[in-house]
């Protein structure tokens, strides 16, 4: 397993601006998680942490600072090359916002496939297969129950074997035992060499994370210990 930063943001700023009103939704917020890591990211709503992952993914641009992935700066880059870049290296969870409803869920994994513009390590099949949804491959997302969209969502972020995974509350909806059986993915994958940043208000997934990054005000804060 290779070891080491797989992300790392430095003073990260984002400036808002809405005809006279001005909202700083980060104020400098500086990171790093290694693989092998998994890092949850709390805060109060409007704290800004939806920015942040979208910053750190390369959907948005930050005002100031920069992201690297794998090395490679994301930040500041035109938008065709920043999505290469995501698709190559980062896999983006949304519950299952990552899910287009006119595709079959094989189809929903093969499109991030494509978009990385090299052969697949992992086939769609074997990706599906992996997530216990071998038999649903041709399912459309409706006619999927929220646990096998959740791991659906989890197969498309997973597409590309993805250096780092970004996930926004993706245990928000579910149910403790999927909520449990999601977490557990998403570990095997830290275990496996992922760097895993996880925006939650989940006591469970803060309490099996191996960091917490709390933020307050677009800064980070000291962020209270997970108990053991
Ligand atoms: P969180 O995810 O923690 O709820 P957000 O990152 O969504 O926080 O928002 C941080 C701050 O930035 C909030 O004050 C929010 O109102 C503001 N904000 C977020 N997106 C926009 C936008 N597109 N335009 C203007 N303000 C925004």
């Given at each position: 397993m290779e070891t080491g930063t797989a992300l790392a943001a430095r003073e990260l700023y984002r400036f808002y601006r809405a005809g006279e009103e001005e909202t700083l939704?980060?104020?400098?917020v500086s990171l790093r998680v290694d693989r092998g890591e998994t890092v949850a990211v709390v805060g109060p709503s409007g704290s800004g942490k939806s920015t942040l992952l979208a910053c750190l993914a390369g959907i948005d641009e930050p005002s100031g600072g920069e992201v690297r992935v794998d090395g490679l700066?994301?930040?500041?880059?035109p938008e065709t090359e920043r999505a290469r870049l995501r698709a190559r290296h980062i896999g983006v969870l949304l519950q299952s916002r990552n899910?287009?409803?006119?595709?079959?869920i094989r189809d929903n994994v093969r499109l991030p496939q494509r978009a990385a513009g090299r052969t697949p390590l992992t086939s769609a099949r074997e990706l599906l297969a992996e997530v216990g949804l071998g038999k649903r491959?041709?399912?459309?997302?409706?006619?999927?129950s929220g646990g096998e969209l959740a791991r659906a969502g989890l197969a498309v972020a997973l597409a590309n074997a993805p250096t780092v995974l970004l996930a926004d509350e993706?245990?928000?909806?579910?149910?403790g035992e999927t909520e449990r059986v999601v977490l557990e993915m998403l570990r095997e994958r830290a275990a496996q060499g992922c760097a895993v940043l996880i925006v939650t208000h989940s006591p469970e997934v803060v309490r099996r994370a191996d960091r917490v990054m709390a933020l307050q005000d677009g800064q980070a804060t000291d962020a209270a210990r997970p108990e053991p």
């Open positions: 939704a980060l104020r400098g700066r994301i930040s500041h880059r899910l287009l409803p006119h595709l079959s491959s041709h399912a459309l997302p409706r006619q999927l993706p245990t928000g909806e579910l149910d």
